[in-house]
């Protein structure tokens, strides 16, 4: 990638395709939710971090939460991706606090856009990688 691509290019995810409504999640920036499956996805966080760094990373990214009917017998499974990219699902309970919610604002499809934050990544100098992992900041869940 040049330099001109780098500076003019954008690491912010391009939205989700379809015509569903977006809810935009508000948070008290603790990042404290905490997804599963990350192990899982490590390679999809190298591809949206780039080479990994000896002290690994902190960097602030856009989420977002997609329900995935699919995953799931009793339909509660949210994948969350950044950059169109799965990086892994809520925790069940969490999910389901996350759909109810949706169903209380009268948005039951709709997608959702949060804060998160990625951490981890490192590189020792023996060649060991460290796991990354997401936070979100949703308020309330």
Not at 24 to 43: D, K, M, N, P, W
Not at 64 to 82: F, G, M, S
Not at 123 to 130: F, P
Request: with cysteine.
């Amino acid at each position: 990638m040049s330099i001109f691509s780098k500076l003019f290019s954008s690491d912010e995810p391009e939205e989700p395709s379809g015509e569903q409504e977006t809810l935009f999640l508000r948070g008290v920036a603790t990042f404290s939710v905490e997804i599963v499956g990350e192990e899982h996805y490590q390679a999809a966080f190298e591809a949206i971090c780039g080479p990994r760094v000896a002290n690994g990373i902190n960097r602030f990214v856009t989420a977002w939460l997609i329900l995935d009917d699919k995953n799931r017998q009793d339909n509660t499974a949210v994948r969350v991706e950044i950059q169109r990219k799965l990086v892994g699902y809520l925790r069940h309970e969490t999910a389901v606090r996350y759909r109810r919610g949706l169903q209380r604002s009268s948005t039951p499809k709709a997608i959702g856009q949060c804060q998160a934050v990625i951490r981890g990544g490192w590189l020792s100098s023996d060649g060991r990688k460290g796991p990354y992992h997401l936070l979100l900041d949703i308020a309330g869940l």
